[in-house]
């Protein structure tokens, strides 16, 4: 059976591979690994407002990443549409603790509890997907990066700030975790 | 035939890298699957400590990152395109807006369990609800932008 679609691929073949990104965008063309300026870069070629901070040429910036983007898109569509899908095999603590807050369908790669279009009019569909995306949005631009920019870029150049926003990121990670989504269910 | 005919009249798309970016772009989003980083279920084994693999992914990544750049620093690389490689450095500050700001995504990253990355490859995944968490995070972003000048950072 090929690699393609022999399913999960192991962590020492991944990790190295998503590290790989930073060095081959700086080989091409000089371009920092950093997904979330798209958003910015979004925000800027669609609604920028009057607000400075979109107030710039986003095609000469940006134009490079979102092509980027839409890259990443294309290719969620094919890694799954190239072999049998199968279900996360998450670890029986994590299925334990999830069923005892009423997560129980355990199939495809997110919960169906929470990622569907009739899921999203749940109070508890809402938050993860409405308010999620919100914070998620929101605090990578205060942060100016995210697990891309911040915990692989940033780190790998040794740069304290990104330090700061990794400890950030799983601060509140932790935090919706165990304090958050408890409450919705 | 328009459309091509502007595409070649704009010098920033005359450069043949846009094609590299987004074959880079399609590898990224099959990794990000194919490891199933993107996965809700991951994150929150991540976030439990249940499971070492999102810290073995996360680290192993880091580690291949910090060697590839030192080695690129080390014989003074130059891009394809000749120029001397540079990371700007990013600013200090009073570390505010790294520490607020990166609890604020982690909130989110924990609530949807995808960073941006994962948020496009899971729509094109066969996630099409996450395109409201697409929009919902351009939304948080413009807002961020609007309060900017009233932020600490």
Known sequence: MSAWGSGLWPWYVAGPLLGLFVPALLIVDNKLFGFSSNLRHLCSALVPGEVEFFRYDWRKTGLWNLVFMSGTLIGGFLATHGGTPHDVAISMQTRVSLAKLGIHDFTGIAPRELFTWHALLTLRGFVCVVVGGFLVGFGTAYAGGCTSGHAISGLADLQPPSLIAVIGFFAGGVAATYFVLPLLF | MTTTSQLTESPSLRRPALLVYLLLGIAFGIVLTKSEVLSWFRIQEMFRFQSLRMYEIIGSAVVTA??????????????????????????????????????IFGLGWALTGACPGPLFALVGAGIPVLAVAILSALLGTWIYGWLRPRLPH
């Open chain 2, 66 to 103: 910090t060697a590839s750049v030192a080695l690129i620093k080390r014989l003074r690389l130059k891009s394809a395109y000749g120029e001397a490689i540079a990371i700007p450095p990013k600013q200090l500050g009073t570390g505010i807006r790294y520490a607020v700001g990166g609890t």
